[in-house]
């Protein structure tokens, strides 16, 4: 039987997928600068959407907050996150999905923060016009299936399941339409005023099968962070369809790359 430290090392190396999920509950983290993990998710979900890539780390002994984003404005998303971020007692990295990563970029210069972790994410500069950015990219599918209602704004279910979660099974995308966050229209306008990625470590986990944001833009905004990349096959709820590599990218930003 693989024993605690056997098990760490092996993980550490990246070779331990298939053993994340039996780790023992109240394990200690393996040797790393952050042992807190705090998790930010973007337009159409909610804080459970990390559930999957939780449970691992907490089986490993890190502590985790997913932050309930409410998606208003960025401003008070921000917030939300930054008052997360003061509860942690010590290093902490911060990991964002989607329009998650707006809020990455702007609270990662927490001096909690030691990496910051962008899975299929924005990643804007500072000042930066995102919608700008991205409008230099094609459309990516699922930007078609925003509806609205007043200043409401959602995936409609044939977008949600073909676009935003079209690698998992269906009866499992079809519980996370049920239970998907509107977004405030005025979030969009949001802009971020400091890029945490200029001054911290940072890894970025593109989706080459992504639907909601054009891989080639992430590609790019990977690139131009000087992340530690990885790439998998996956759309854009990578942490669902791949819990076990995105769990290995957030371990090695905890140990500081």
Partial sequence: MMNRRDF????IAGTAAPLLVGAAQGATPPRVKARNI?????LFADGSCWTDVISRLQALGFNTTSVQNPLTTLDESVAAAERVLARQDGPTVLVGHSFGGMLVTQAGVHPNVTSLVYVAARAPDANENYAALAATYPTP?????????GDEGRLTEAAFLRDFAGDLPEAKARLLYAVQQPFQRALLGGQVTQAAWR??????AVSSDDRTINPDLER???KRMGAKTIELK???LSMISQPDAITRLIVEAARGG
């Fill in 141 to 149: 599918p699922a930007t078609a299936g925003i509806v609205y209602d």
């Fill in 234 to 236: 996956a759309s854009h």
């Fill in 8 to 11: 760490s090392a092996a993980l």
């Fill in 199 to 204: 001054s911290k470590p940072s890894f970025y």
């Fill in 220 to 222: 790019f905004m990977a």
């Fill in 38 to 42: 705090v998790f930010v998710h973007g």
